[in-house]
């Protein structure tokens, strides 16, 4: 029991510290540009290339780190993603010229893709079955505690001269900190968490007596794929794949927070309200469940994504037969309004000033009723990511896929994480421009809806069932939700007790 309690506490302090380098080296970037625009007088492409750096490196360890994982084990690539991180800082913390600052913030990059990676499956292998939606959502958990982190050193070395130095020298500390723990655990995870223990506990309840009888006639072997399986018949390793990259893909394209949206997690509050919200999701990962979880999160993302647009989606007339329903006194805006527009994490390129108020000729209780609407939708949007597509994702990810392509596979879906993150934070302000706020919005919450459809037709449920399990009953069996009563999701049969 002691040497249990040990591994627990060790696999959540990995979870968690994984999780909040991740959030950490996200945020500080805001803070630290600042001042390096000053010190290496940068120029826009300059820190546009300084910020993306970190997205090339993360996108490199995607297309590698995988078999990094397989080949040579889940806590050798967190020890490894931890030295070349302490290495990466290290050159941040003491370059003196602007390509040391873009290779160091590509090491960066790179490190913490492989730690997401190799953190999410390792834990997944290590803890019990009732225990793993719990541990793995700490590492999203640990994002947003990174973020917050990030910021709070920002503001407190914001004044101090080559403060940047300081702010990226400091991520040194939890890398080192997850070195230390994960030393004294196992190497190999996923031994401790075999088919043929969990089953004679009686951990494990199988669906079927062919089932059963045939976990009792041979043990759970581990196989062997190549990359290429991923996109065969073989063990449904082809819909496995599908469901992986439809969660990573409707993660970015519905509007959920990416790296550019961290300074409005941290400058508005809403940092708080995703740590409160993902801790709901730690604490019913296990009971309710990751799909139900998705499906809820996705839509109670969807209305709000679309709601928080209100000052643009409502026309004046509507909303003046709105605030007399609520009781509003009408109380005209005589003061001038002065609107600043830049990307997040990066000085404004460009101010803008108006005499106008800021809808026009509104009133100012318009504009204080609309700024609650933007702000409870924009609330209501980060708490539903935080329970849902958050945590969900990697947890389903480290979860649906054979041990012997786990790396691989979750390296590929992570691929196209990052290049849609890419993507998206190279696009956003030129397709604003382009179709504009409303029908951008309008956008997302179609890409909700689709969201929506997808995993309610696609996801299988996996709670409380060990990883031989699910790879067992996703190799024999797919049931798309509506073809048959198991709705899309694998049913385990309970074992009466006895009298």
């Known amino acids: 029991p002691g040497r249990a309690l040990l591994v627990l506490l060790l696999s959540a302090a990995v979870s968690l510290l994984g999780g909040l380098i991740f959030g950490y080296e996200l945020g500080i970037i805001s803070g630290a540009l600042l001042q390096l625009q000053a010190d290496f007088s940068l120029g826009c492409f300059k820190q546009e290339v300084l910020v993306s750096s970190l997205l090339v490196g993360a996108f490199l360890a995607s297309l590698v780190g995988g078999i990094l994982i397989d080949r040579h084990g889940r806590r050798r690539a967190i020890l490894v993603s931890n030295v070349v991180l302490l290495f990466g800082s290290l050159i941040l913390t003491l370059t003196r010229s602007f390509t040391g600052l873009v290779l160091g913030r590509m090491a960066v990059g790179f490190a913490i893709s492989v730690s997401s990676m190799g953190c999410c499956i390792y834990v997944s292998e290590m803890v019990a079955a009732h225990q793993r939606g719990l541990l793995v959502s700490l590492y999203e958990a640990g994002i947003t505690v990174g973020i917050l982190l990030s910021y709070a050193l920002n503001y407190a070395f914001a004044d101090t001269r080559e403060g940047w130095r300081y702010m990226f020298g400091l991520a040194m500390a939890p890398a080192a900190m997850q070195f230390l723990s994960i030393l004294f655990l196992p190497v190999n995870p996923v031994k401790l968490n075999t088919w043929d223990s969990d089953c004679q506990k009686g951990l494990i309840q199988l669906q079927t007596a062919e089932d059963r009888e045939a976990a009792k006639r041979e043990p759970y072997k581990e196989k062997h794929?190549?990359?290429?399986?991923?996109?065969?018949?073989?063990?449904?390793?082809?819909?496995?794949?599908?469901?992986?990259?439809?969660?990573?893909?409707?993660?970015?394209?519905?509007?959920?927070?990416?790296?550019?949206?961290?300074?409005?997690?941290?400058?508005?509050?809403?940092?708080?309200?995703?740590?409160?919200?993902?801790?709901?999701?730690?604490?019913?990962?296990?009971?309710?469940?990751?799909?139900?979880?998705?499906?809820?999160?996705?839509?109670?993302?969807?209305?709000?994504?679309?709601?928080?647009q209100a000052p643009v989606l409502l026309p004046p007339k509507a909303l003046q037969k709105l605030l007399p329903a609520l009781g509003a006194v009408r109380l005209l805006l005589s003061s001038s309004h002065t609107r600043k527009v830049g990307l997040a994490g990066q000085p404004e390129k460009e101010t803008a000033e108006s005499t106008e108020p800021p809808f026009g000729s509104a009133p100012l209780t318009e504009h204080m009723v609309l700024n609650w609407i933007t702000l409870l939708s924009m609330m209501a949007f980060v708490s539903a990511f935080s329970i849902g597509f958050g945590p969900m994702t990697w947890l389903v990810l480290s979860e649906i896929y054979p041990a012997g392509i786990r790396g691989r596979a979750f390296a590929f879906c992570n691929s196209f994480n990052w290049a849609a993150n890419l993507l998206i934070s190279l696009s956003f302000l030129d397709l604003i421009d382009a179709i504009g706020f409303s029908w951008m919005f309008l956008l997302y919450g179609l890409m909700g809806v689709m969201a929506v459809i997808f995993i309610y037709f696609f996801v299988p449920e996996t709670k409380g069932q060990s990883l031989e399990e699910i790879d067992q009953q996703f190799s024999r069996k797919w049931r798309a939700r509506g073809a048959s009563c198991a709705h899309g999701q694998y049913q385990r049969v309970e074992r009466a007790s006895s009298a």
């Open 225 to 308: 794929y190549s990359f290429l399986d991923l996109f065969r018949t073989r063990d449904n390793m082809r819909r496995r794949t599908l469901v992986g990259l439809g969660l990573v893909l409707f993660q970015q394209f519905t509007g959920q927070p990416n790296s550019n949206s961290s300074a409005i997690l941290a400058s508005v509050g809403l940092g708080a309200i995703k740590v409160v919200a993902t801790l709901v999701a730690m604490a019913f990962a296990d009971k309710a469940g990751r799909r139900a979880l998705l499906l809820a999160g996705c839509s109670a993302a969807d209305p709000n994504a679309t709601g928080g």
